[in-house]
């Protein structure tokens, strides 16, 4: 048996929950379009043959506004350690920026793998120029890869894969990921509302389960300002609704979810607070 970790790294909105769930071939981490959408280290597990890998998402790497976005990028830098194979994700339709090499510092980039994620959206003279942007780096393996279609996933899994040490098997046979239910399910009740709020909003979210009886389970959705709980709730609770229905969707049959809205003033600006809330 070989086995091992691999984490994801890079600036927020490259596309790393995206192709944490592609590897999986299930939803482990929640994605959206805003950046700074993952929190906390997610775990997903691959297996082939006698090869196990665990493969670990983390929140994207920016310059900190608040003790919640502090807390996160340590979260992530945290994922680097100890690790078989770190790789630096980049995003092929975007010029490789000053968070990307703030990012490429901060890991032992000699032995870490590049990836260039978005290679659909991008036209293979651009991804070319962005490898050869990036050749620059010293990284030990670069990937031209699409999350979105799967386009190059293969041929970076039968890298990683020869580099997994002896080992034991992680995760047993059928277990994917090791998030708890409640946590996942706030989880799915904050990709929402990041689906249907416009603008700085989301970044004032925390969702938490504060009860699971099933088939209840009640979800708290936190705000920062009395006059954004307004926003969540929508024009006679529309907009909470949806999100009730979109993720009571993804749960197992059956669950009834209660959500309710709360304000916690500036949550986000609170170390402890952020703690508290489990990032
Ligand atoms: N076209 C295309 N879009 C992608 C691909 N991978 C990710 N995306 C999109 O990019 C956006 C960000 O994806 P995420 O997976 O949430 O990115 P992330 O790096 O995890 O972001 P943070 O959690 O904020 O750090 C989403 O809208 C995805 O659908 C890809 O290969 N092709
Ligand atoms: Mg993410």
Same mark, same amino acid.
């Given at each position: 048996m070989r086995s091992g970790f691999v984490t994801f790294v890079g600036r927020? +909105?490259?596309g790393k929950s995206t192709l944490l769930n592609a590897i999986c071939g299930e939803k482990v981490s929640i994605v959206s379009n %805003?950046? &700074? #959408? #993952?929190r906390t280290r997610i775990r997903g597990v691959w297996n082939r043959g006698d090869t196990q890998i665990v493969f670990v998402d983390t929140p994207g790497i920016h310059k900190p506004v608040s003790a919640l976005g502090e807390r996160v990028n340590a979260t992530a830098l945290d994922g680097a350690d100890d690790v078989d194979v770190v790789c630096l994700l980049i995003d092929a #339709?975007?010029?490789? !920026?000053r968070g990307d090499r703030w990012v490429a510092d901060r890991i032992d980039i000699s032995k870490a793998f590049v990836i260039v994620n978005k290679t659909d959206r991008a036209s293979p003279s651009k991804v070319l120029t962005q490898l050869g942007a990036v !050749? $620059?780096?010293? $990284? $030990?393996e670069y990937f031209p890869v699409s999350a979105k279609n799967g386009q190059g996933v293969d041929v970076l899994l039968a890298k990683l894969s020869d580099r997994m040490?002896? !080992?034991? %098997?992680y995760f047993p046979d059928g277990m994917i990921t090791d998030t708890p239910e409640a946590q996942w399910v706030a989880e799915l009740v904050r990709e929402q509302l990041l689906h249907l709020l416009e603008d700085e909003l989301p970044y004032s979210i925390a969702t938490r389960v504060t009860q699971w009886e099933w088939p209840l389970v009640k979800c708290e959705i936190i705000v920062e300002r009395e006059s954004q709980k307004g926003m969540v709730i929508g024009k006679s609770g529309d907009l909470l609704k949806k999100v009730g229905v979109a993720a009571r969707a993804q749960m197992p049959d059956g669950a009834y979810l209660e959500l309710k809205v709360v304000v916690d003033k +500036?949550? &986000?600006?609170n170390a402890e607070k952020v703690r508290q809330l489990g990032y």
């Open positions: 927020p +909105n490259v %805003k950046p &700074q #959408t #993952t #339709t975007e010029p490789f !920026g !050749g $620059a780096l010293g $990284a $030990a040490p002896d !080992g034991p %098997k +500036n949550w &986000q600006r």
